[in-house]
């Protein structure tokens, strides 16, 4: 009996370990009770994340909350207890052990109360958007070459100096005064709240409230084109180009729009059609640098080395050999350690023929051993994912999108 209570305890020690009793948002706020990991409603009970919880609960907030990853890895062990099978999840678990706080530049980072955070979510799950965090974007006013209208002077300038809210403030004050301003302050709408991240608020504007002929502006539907990108909305993306660069013959939004078409299908990884957009970029004077370089990015792109998840895993076999490979070598030499030491216990405690807590250690032994093969596979399209990250964020920079 007191070896089933010494397992018990360490499992639930050994899946808190670095671990955080809440979660954050992005701007520092706690995530509320129906989005934490950690709260009543559960998608599949599991006396494990009762342990956790109770780690989160007493063990964690002594500690301090200090675990580098987001969601922390009592969060990450009660998510994937509560959504996969027990093995999966035990696998999934152990993985994130050995990479926690490791090999930082793999990861992307999010702002928390308690500071930056390396972003780390289950394979099987898609990272919410907008968490990572990003250096701040600037936002202009549209002027219409064809409206002088004084009444858009401050609009612009608040625009232009990243009074966003004010902006929107005031343009709403002057559709409710029913003056015709034309085109140019609806698009600043659309430019506000693109800016202020009102993403389907922009789009509802459009809808709704923009005439047919107001729709066919093409500096309109190169904002929402911007929108439905922010979305990733790909496909309603391409289709507002498209459509942007039929009603524009030669104005001054056409190459805004090949430049936002090479970035989407960068973002696809479609270096070939990227490529041509840049090419057809480049016909314009002002572009001829920047397509230059872009081509040069995509060049690099098709360049680059991806290392194979297989042999990976047949690295694994020497533990932390897979992860060494995927580029992950802090986590290979922890992984290294930490399955040596545990083999080297279960070993010992068979020679003193004290089974009971060999056979613990030797569970542990083998969730870590099949969690650093499991975990070098994924490591590896992590690692493959990030160079293509990596050349979509070099054309971000370049196009200034």
Known sequence: MKYFFTFISCIYYCIGLNAQAFTYASDGQKISTEQSFFNEKRTKESSVTDYISIYQ???????????????????????????????????????????????RDHYGLTLSKTGFKYIDYPHYDTIPRNLEYTANRYFYAYTSLNQPDSSLRLIRNLLNNEYYQEALLEIIRLENSAKNVGNELFVNKIICLNALGHYEKAIFEYETKASTSLKKDPELIYQIALVQDKLSNDTQTLTLITEGLTQCQHCRTEPKFLALRALVYAKQYNWQASAQAYRLLSSFDSYVMNSKSALKTLADAEKIWYRSPTLAGALSVIPGAGYWYAGHKQTAVASFLINGLLTFATYSNIKKENYGMAALTGVFNLSFYLGNITGAVKSTQRFNEKQKENIVRKLQYNSHL
């Open 57 to 103: 609960q007493h063990i964690s907030a002594i500690r301090g909350h200090q675990c580098p990853m987001y969601p922390s890895c009592s969060n990450y062990g009660i998510k994937v207890f509560q959504e996969t099978s027990f093995v999966n999840a035990f696998l999934l678990t152990s993985d994130r052990l050995l990479r926690c706080g490791h090999d």
